[in-house]
């Protein structure tokens, strides 16, 4: 797999390690999952992740460094005061040692509450650049929006587009990725024309749609979770947009693979900028996908990749420590943000053998969070 520093089967870049500090002698290592697998608009969010992690385990057993590892997976649909109850409870009750942490609201519920209890905690869906700075215990293995924005917008300005329309939600990873995108895209010399911002909850796309029509820029970059992706294509496909010749362009949540065949045609030729495509041509992410398929009767996305590796990455760690999982001494390839380092990837919507597929044709190395670079 294509994807970054805490690559599937590169531990020894190490992202991070959980240093010993005690001895600390459990022959079970629990990992708390506080995931949205029900309630409207996440749930494919922690179907994803909740999938990929377990594939992990499956491919690489349920032992290391002489521990048996044991996944407790709380659905916290989405609501961030379920999460930190869930968490809570996981903590005090279940006696976990680690956390998965799931979506932005969710995960900044309960960053208080693992630095008070010093419990690592491997965040592997959300985001957003706010959310690793919720807890010095925080470290982040899935994705970051203003990574894959900032490039677009690199990618945007040195490829035609002048004037643009930003259209994002109204939320934290919305506001992160519009201000990366507008912020790399005016550097370069383009022109921000409008920038709409649209409720998260039950969002209706089609005035927004059709105003970015009547306005009628060059390019439109466009941002909403990939669980959103089968209501803007149908409202995209009723304004027409698909003709207008008006470029569509944004981070990889657009064309979300876990969604992407069932939006249809209009699809093809839009642009996107992530740290994962299911179509990456590589052996190694040709047999995840593969095997994702079989074990889940569906095709993984980028939020998968983040269970899958938040999973690689407790497991080196635990080898460095023996089994042993204090959170004090956790450590990071990058100490000043305990955040991902990864290549983005520009893709193109394509058809191959039938289905639609984000192809890459370009690809931008070790690219940090530019919200948190010091300039």
Do not use: C
């Not at 594939?55 to 349920?62: A, E, I, K, R």
């Not at 917008?153 to 201000?179: D, F, M, Q, Y």
């Not at 466009?222 to 698909?242: D, H």
Request: proline share 3%; hydrophobic share 40%; no cysteine.
């Amino acid at each position: 797999m294509q994807r970054r520093y805490v690559t599937i089967g590169l531990a020894a870049a190490g992202l991070l390690a959980f240093a010993a500090a005690d001895a600390g002698a459990q022959e079970v290592v629990k990992i708390g999952m506080s995931f949205s697998m029900t309630g409207a608009g996440f749930n494919a969010a922690g179907r994803q992740a909740s999938a990929g992690a377990r594939l992990y385990v499956q491919q690489h057993g349920n032992m290391v460094a002489g521990k048996k590892i044991e996944m407790i997976l709380r659905d916290d649909a989405g609501v961030a005061d379920n999460a930190r109850r869930l968490v809570q409870e996981m903590i005090v009750n279940d006696k976990v040692q680690i956390i998965a942490g799931g979506i932005t609201p969710t995960a900044l519920a309960y960053g208080q509450l693992v630095t008070q209890a010093k419990m690592a905690t491997v965040v592997m869906i959300s985001g957003a650049s706010v959310t690793t700075t919720a807890s010095p215990y925080f470290v982040r293995t899935s994705f970051i929006l203003a990574q894959s924005s900032w490039i677009m917008g690199e990618w945007a300005a040195k490829n035609g587009s002048k004037r643009v329309v930003t259209l994002v939600n109204e939320w934290a990873p919305g506001t992160e990725a519009e201000t990366a995108f507008k912020q790399r895209f005016t550097e370069l010399g383009g022109q921000i024309v409008e920038s709409i911002r649209i409720p998260l909850a039950n969002p209706d796309f089609a005035p927004f749609l059709q105003r970015i029509r009547d306005i009628n820029p060059d390019t439109a970059f466009i941002y909403f979770p990939g669980t959103q992706a089968g209501i803007f294509a149908k409202q995209f496909a009723e304004r027409g947009l698909a003709n207008s010749g008006i470029k569509i362009i944004g981070p990889g949540d657009l064309t979300d693979d876990d969604e992407l065949n069932t939006m249809g045609d209009q699809m093809l030729g839009m642009v996107t900028a992530h740290d994962y495509s299911a179509s990456h041509d590589s052996a190694l992410n040709k047999k995840y996908v593969e095997d994702f398929k079989k074990a889940n009767n569906f095709r993984p996305n980028f939020v998968s990749v983040g269970g899958y590796d938040g999973m690689h990455l407790i497991y080196e760690a635990l080898k460095k420590t023996g089994g042993k999982t204090d959170g004090d001494t956790l450590m990071s390839i990058d100490p000043e943000t305990r955040d991902i380092v990864q290549p983005i990837y520009i893709r193109r919507v394509e058809k191959l053998n039938g289905e639609l597929w984000n192809t890459e044709f370009a690809k931008f190395d070790d690219v940090k969070d530019p919200l948190k670079v010091k300039k």
